[in-house]
């Protein structure tokens, strides 16, 4: 399949210009796509843009990435209901630089090669031009009938907030992004989410009308969960792809907790597996969906494609702690770190070192940290075999906790029943 035939086929086009097609099919193309450094780190919502470059540098075509340290200091209003806080370039160089760091894991940016990866700071370009300039040689080209017509104005102007002047200006500033690059950079191809159609055709229009020229674009579909949720949310906010604000694990259980339609449309959209694969594992799950195969094989190329295979392997692991017939020994294999990680929304409770050393009578600790209601309900779970501490079921005949229970020497694991945890920690 060409590029174009395999993006429709994951489901990765909405809007395509006539002569897109064709010019992919005939040259080597430079084409870019604009990120958005409002944090220091991508969501996995920027995962589509990220696959989209590369997917475009797979089929030998030189893959842009446009960080907007000037767009960023004035907000795009697409799908915004209002005017959102605007950011010192402090804050925006150091959130770049975080963007950039995120973006060389998966594109390739070794510069002998003809169409390496490129990464681009549209500030560096405005930074020298007056506004009096910019509204001579490029707004004189636009008119404001154009610009009133397009769905993400026409919407705030509709609402009650209306729009500033300064985020009406965005679709000229990010076209006079696309006209440098073509001028400056032989750019002839935009490409981002179905909401930008309209910012894109503004950089086409003002490239046909400044220079005379010809410039392309597609965009693809923003993704939606089957259920109609918000995709890459969950009740802690975004799925960031930096691990430090969203742990490999957690990473790893947004996909393995995909539904089964969700997973069939992200198994195309969000890995690089082959059509054929791909269709083999849709077949599978099809005949055995009790088996998850599919979320399985989601998360796994997902966990190893943003983080690596070893916080693929520990997310396993983790999951088979909580999930699965893991021993005392996978858990005390772990890191005070990794520990945490896993047990992240476990519900906590405290008791101090000094009742350990003196030995705490298990149902006593049972009912005072309110794990039970009751001791006589404690009593009767743990007699019964239904109560565990670290992995292992607390037999009959061990009535007291002691310090050589910790795990990393201030925690311990209680399981009461088969799906409640609880993490203790000592203090």
Known sequence: MTLIEELRWRGMIQDIMP??????????????????????????????????LVHLQKAGHKPMALVGGATGMIGDPTGKSEERNLLSEEILAFNQEGVRRQLEKFLDFDPSKPNAAEMLNNYDWFKGISFLNFIRDAGKHITVNYMMAKDSVKKRLEGDTGMSFTEFTYQLIQGYDFYWLYQNKNCKLQMGGSDQWGN??????????????????????????????????????????????????????????????????????????????????????????????????????????????ADYDFAVKASDILFGNATTETLQSLSEEQLLQVMDGVPTVEISKAQLEAGYDLVSFLAETQIFPSKGEARKMWQSGGIGLNKEKISAEKSTLTTTDLLQGKYLLVQKGKKNYYLVVVK
């Open 19 to 52: 002569g897109t097609e064709e010019l992919l099919n005939k040259e080597m193309v430079s084409g870019y796509i604009g990120f958005d450094p409002t944090s220091d780190s991508l969501h996995i919502g920027s995962l589509v843009p990220i696959l989209l």
């Open 200 to 309: 894109i055709t503004t950089g086409t229009e003002l490239i046909r009308r400044k220079a005379g020229g010809e410039a392309f674009a597609f965009t693809c579909p923003l993704i939606r969960k089957a259920d109609g949720g918000k995709f890459g949310k969950t009740e802690k906010g975004n799925v960031w792809l930096d691990p430090k604000k969203t742990s490999p694990y957690q990473f790893y259980q947004f996909w393995l907790n995909a539904s089964d339609d969700d997973a069939k449309t992200w198994i195309k959209i969000f890995t690089l597996l082959p059509v054929a694969e791909i269709d083999a594992l849709i077949k599978a799950h099809d005949e055995a969906p009790h088996q998850r195969a599919l979320q399985k094989k989601l998360a796994e190329e997902l966990t190893c494609f943003v983080h690596s295979r």
